[in-house]
């Protein structure tokens, strides 16, 4: 269907909408914005509204860019950048369920799903294929990397891996092998997966240096194995640590 905007949404002059979107009554799509083909935006959505950031300068250009497909359930909130030509990023085919947040200068991948009120805060980066639970709020700078699933009401304030499951407080309570087998990632890769997170979280040492000497080492061949394990060489935060009798149990299943 051609591109439709309902009444009583408000769609500012100067945002871009895509083929075939559709803007439903009482949602609010700023001048800042960029929508992709195909996005949705329901009722009392606000994209591209100023960053909640007390020194912002609201006069500067910045905005808010949404990939194709996705879709923005009631009430989602997504603030544009707080840098001059800046922009939150948002990929394609996402669906954030009511009331979730992204906050300024996020950039979240492609396929990430968002559970009710769901919440990111400043500069946080989500990989490809990530579910955020219910409820659950990530600290500024934090990275999600791809295929985690982070767990209802979980407090996260580290880094966490990819392919990883998260609960709590930033306890990392198992691997997502049922994410990785919808993927239809092989089962060589999830093999090789499930030993480098053993040897990562349950080596003697720093695990930042610990992974990094194994991809040193190129003892893991898969790219699944490597992009987990070049994880920790990048950033600049703590990781999510791992609870062992948790793994175990995880494995065992």
């Known amino acids: 269907m051609p591109t439709a905007i309902h009444p009583s949404a408000i769609v500012e002059p100067g945002a871009q909408l895509g083929a075939d979107c559709e803007i439903m009554a009482g949602a609010i799509v700023t001048r800042h914005c960029v929508l992709g083909d195909r996005v949705v935006v329901h009722p009392y959505a606000v994209i591209g509204g100023d960053p909640q950031y007390v020194k912002f300068d609201r006069t500067i250009a910045s905005?808010?860019?949404?990939?194709?497909?996705?879709?923005?359930?009631?009430?989602?909130?997504?603030?544009?950048?707080?840098?001059?030509g800046g922009n939150t990023l948002i990929g394609e085919n996402c669906f954030l369920m009511a009331a979730s947040h992204v906050a300024h200068d996020c950039a979240v991948g492609n396929l990430v799903v968002f559970a009710n009120a769901a919440l990111l805060a400043g500069h946080v980066s989500v990989g490809d294929h990530t579910f955020l639970g219910g409820g659950a709020a990530v600290h500024q700078y934090c990275r999600i990397g791809e295929g985690v699933m982070v767990a209802g009401n979980a407090s996260i304030t580290r880094d966490v891996p990819h392919f990883t499951?998260?609960?709590?407080?930033?306890?990392?309570i198992g691997f997502n092998v049922v994410g990785l087998k919808r993927r239809g990632v092989n089962r060589a890769a999830i093999a090789e997966l499930k030993q480098v997170f053993h040897e990562v979280y349950f080596t003697a040492g720093n695990i930042r240096t610990v992974a990094g000497e194994l991809l040193a080492a190129?003892?893991?061949?898969?790219?699944?194995?490597?992009?987990?394990?070049?994880?920790?060489?990048?950033?600049?935060?703590?990781?999510?640590?791992?609870?062992?009798?948790?793994?175990?149990?995880?494995?065992a299943g």
């Open 63 to 84: 905005g808010v860019r949404i990939g194709a497909g996705t879709v923005l359930r009631e009430h989602v909130t997504v603030n544009r950048s707080i840098h001059p």
């Open 165 to 172: 499951l998260v609960a709590e407080r930033d306890d990392v």
């Open 218 to 251: 190129g003892k893991f061949a898969t790219p699944e194995a490597q992009r987990f394990l070049q994880f920790f060489a990048d950033g600049k935060r703590s990781f999510a640590r791992a609870r062992r009798a948790a793994v175990d149990e995880t494995d």
